[in-house]
């Protein structure tokens, strides 16, 4: 019986995900999330665990040596699936899993064929033949300035006036639970950021307005929109935020039940319905002295130094650190319960989004890239990733002018 064949096609029947969302993309990620949910498959944070890539949008030109190299970096038998469309997304896993499941048993049929020839030659005399090893080769190409593809440490001073290395380490634009298209440049000495650049992939043209904003935006069109979906749009956005800062820190129960209930607030559930399961979520991640201790003290932001920056929404009222940014996402959608369905008019002057003002000289989301290198500089470098999962900027909103009389769709 070829159990190691078979135990390899079940493991395709639920296969491991790995998502990627481009920038303008929020929508389909949601999708994703919810499809990938609903069949129980694994959803994993590194491309060696990954038998799935799904990339949320279209990917241009430019994406695609970056995506090749996720996509090498998979285990095989290994798949890439694009999804650019909403509502496609079901029959392309279907059809995701149908060639994963083929890509297996003709993987394991070529590797039964490759033992079996094997063991023919090594029957034959002088069937024991060794490859050239002349000069150690081994097919790849080190240069003196990097290692493994990354650049070889530097030597500079630390604060302590100590010659340590000092690495130039990116982040993203595809790691797990991170901002579409945000790229960070740290450069490390120790496991202490010394130093950040800020940069995005190229934020693609689109006729649509961002996801999370879109309530606002179209109101100060002129559109006539419910302060109920506004409510939910700002609900859901927190409960995303505080989801994806909950899965960073490693408390994946909890991000997966801010998923869902995120999904239940978009898809309309009731305040009666969602209101328990809420409530009973905020008050364990309250009441968390491990989780307190993990998070608190990172990414310091005093509300002076926000109002300075240019900050605004949750993160200037939150007034503190990553702690505080967490519960102050969470008590807002309690807050919103009440108004879930409240069926008047959002007024167009009303122009606060999730993530703050729409009508400042900058996207809210501006002020909290600027803010990140000040926030980050000083930190270790595996607190890094939690420090930005607690401002989650929004880089859709780069694309928008300021708002002042009229959004600009």
Do not use: N, Y
């Amino acid at each position: 019986m070829d159990l190691r064949g078979a135990l390899r096609r079940t493991a395709m029947t639920r296969p491991a995900v790995l998502a990627v969302t481009l920038p303008g993309a929020t929508e389909l990620r949601l999708e994703a999330e919810a499809e990938v949910r609903r069949r129980g498959w694994p959803v994993v944070d590194a491309p060696a665990a990954a038998d799935l890539l799904v990339v949320c949008g279209d990917p241009a030109s430019d994406d695609t040596p970056w995506l090749d190299g996720i996509e090498r970096s998979m285990p095989e038998p290994a798949l890439r699936i694009v999804a650019g469309e909403s509502g496609q997304l079901a029959d392309a896993l279907d059809t995701a899993r149908r060639d994963l499941i083929d890509k297996a048993a003709t993987r394991r049929a070529a590797e039964v064929a490759e033992v079996a020839h094997v063991a023919d030659v090594s029957d034959e005399p002088g069937g024991h033949e060794h490859g050239d090893h002349e000069g150690h080769g081994d097919g790849h190409d080190h240069t003196m300035g990097e290692v493994a593809g990354l650049p070889m440490a530097e030597r500079g001073d630390d604060r302590d006036e100590l010659r340590l290395d000092r690495l130039h380490v990116p982040i993203g634009p595809a790691s797990s639970d991170w901002p579409a298209g945000l790229v960070l440049r740290l450069t490390l000495q120790g496991d202490v950021v010394q130093g950040v650049e800020v940069d995005h992939l190229p934020l693609p043209p689109s006729p649509r307005l961002p996801f999370w904003d879109e309530p606002w935006l179209r109101a100060a069109h002129g559109d006539e929109v419910s302060r109920g979906s506004a409510v939910r749009r700002r609900c859901a956005a927190h409960l995303d935020s505080a989801g994806r800062l909950l899965a960073v820190v490693g408390w994946d129960d909890v991000a997966a039940r801010c998923r869902r209930l995120r999904d239940e607030v978009l898809s309309g559930a009731s305040r009666e319905s969602i209101g328990g399961d809420l409530r009973r979520t905020v008050r364990r991640v309250e009441r968390s002295r491990p989780l307190r201790w993990s998070i608190a003290g990172l990414g310091e932001l005093p509300a002076d130094r926000a109002r300075a920056a240019g900050v605004s929404g949750p993160a200037l009222a939150a007034d503190g650190d990553a702690h505080d940014r967490l519960l102050k996402w969470l008590h807002e959608v309690e807050r919103g319960l009440e108004g879930l369905d409240d069926a008047r008019p959002l007024a167009p002057d009303d122009r606060t989004g999730p993530r703050g003002r729409l009508d400042g000289p900058q996207p809210p989301s501006r002020a909290l890239l600027d803010i990140l290198p000040e926030l980050l500089t000083g930190a270790e470098f595996a607190c890094a990733r939690i420090i930005v999962a607690s401002l989650d900027p929004d880089l859709d909103e780069l694309a928008l002018a300021p708002v002042s009389g009229a959004a600009h769709a």
